[in-house]
């Protein structure tokens, strides 16, 4: 019987897959959108890289979970009435795109997502605009992420 | 293909916020050198002094997990606390500590290490008679030397009866560095 192969810190998996995720990815989806998935690629390995018993094949692993990725951004595209090839030139601006996403959420916990992800505003500037404090701008954001990851999964 | 700059922080940014880290860690710049700061969601589970990160990503995989992440943010609390401390602007920590799986005695001798004011020195018989085990001086000396979180947890103010240095995991010139800072010496 082999030894099976251990899994690598987290760190070096990135480091050694990141670019061939991004590749795959920009392939796919162009430019524009090959970030988020990017980030949603690698927060999904994240997320069941705890459970994995080995370190084997996992170029193959990452791949799998970017297409996965891919393939439901596209048919998201789909779904807003964009062409597919429309992809390559990203025209929705990401707050349009999270605005319509995070549609259902409570208020506090809907603006925090979209001026945090949509905007790129900091904690601080977030706590200003909603009259908060940075801390309770960071947990309304983490919460309403955490939601839309658990609709998304089912 | 590079991965962008700007990309690359933000999935770290949001690994750390979202809270899928066991071990988040950086590197940074201190007047003792580079120091490596790590930390899970319990608090600051280790400071190295000289970091050859090939190594020490196992480690902290031994110590948290294996979902180990360079992530500034995770470890941004302790960094500024640090560099507070450096500037003499801070004399005690604040942050939580990640002390999981350390033996009973380790983290006896720890908790009174813990209590050794800025700027004063202790003996290695004084700290092993506060556990009361005062014989055990030389395995209090173990405990120090294999201190993860040196600086927060200060066995550089721990010294010999007659007031030599010495030890230290960080080398001799390093104790003596931040025991100059703190005026003890």
């Known amino acids: ?19 061939a995720v991004l590749r795959l990815l920009r392939g796919r989806l162009g430019a524009g959108r090959a970030e988020d998935a990017f980030q949603e690629t690698f927060l999904r390995a994240l997320q069941a890289y705890g459970r994995l018993r080995h370190g084997a094949h996992l170029r193959a692993w990452v791949l799998t979970i970017a297409r996965n990725v891919a393939v439901d951004a596209l048919r998201r595209a789909r779904a807003d009435g964009e062409l597919p090839e429309a992809a390559a030139e990203d025209r929705r601006p990401a707050y349009a795109e999270l605005a319509e996403l995070t549609d259902g959420l409570p208020p506090a916990q809907r603006a925090a997502v979209v001026l945090r992800y949509g905007y790129d505003l900091s904690y601080d ?5 909603l009259r908060s404090s940075p801390e309770a701008a960071r947990q309304a954001a983490s919460a309403g992420v955490r939601r839309l990851r658990g609709r998304s999964a089912r | ?7 690359d922080r933000r999935f770290r940014d949001a690994a750390s916020l ?22 899970s969601e319990r608090g600051l ?5 000289d970091p050859d990160p090939e190594l020490e990503l196992e480690r902290l995989a031994r110590i948290g997990g294996p979902r180990v992440l360079r992530s500034p943010r995770a470890v941004a609390a302790a960094r500024r606390e640090l560099d507070e401390y450096f500037e003499r602007r801070r004399r005690a920590f604040d942050l939580a500590l990640d002390l ?6 380790t ?7 813990a209590r050794v004011p800025y700027g004063r020195t202790t003996s290695y ?26 600086i927060v947890l200060p066995c550089h103010r721990v010294v010999g009866a007659d007031g030599s240095l010495v030890g230290y995991g960080g080398g001799l010139e390093r104790k003596a560095a931040l025991l100059r800072l703190e005026g003890a010496l």
Do not use: C, K, W
């Open chain 1, 1 to 19: 019987m082999m030894e099976p192969v251990p899994v690598p810190p987290f760190e070096r998996f990135y480091e050694e897959h990141r670019a």
């Open chain 1, 125 to 129: 500037q977030i706590a200003a605009a």
């Open chain 2, 1 to 7: 293909m590079t991965v962008p700059a700007d990309l």
């Open chain 2, 18 to 39: 979202l809270g899928l880290l066991d071990v988040g860690y950086d590197v940074v710049e201190t007047p003792l050198g580079r120091v490596l700061l790590a930390a």
């Open chain 2, 45 to 49: 589970a280790a400071i190295s002094y």
């Open chain 2, 100 to 105: 999981r799986a350390l033996p009973p005695f």
């Open chain 2, 107 to 113: 983290l006896a001798v720890l908790r009174e290490l």
């Open chain 2, 125 to 150: 018989g004084a700290l092993a008679a506060q556990v009361g085990r005062p014989r055990a001086a030389r395995a209090v000396g173990a405990v120090m030397n294999r201190n993860r979180i040196p």
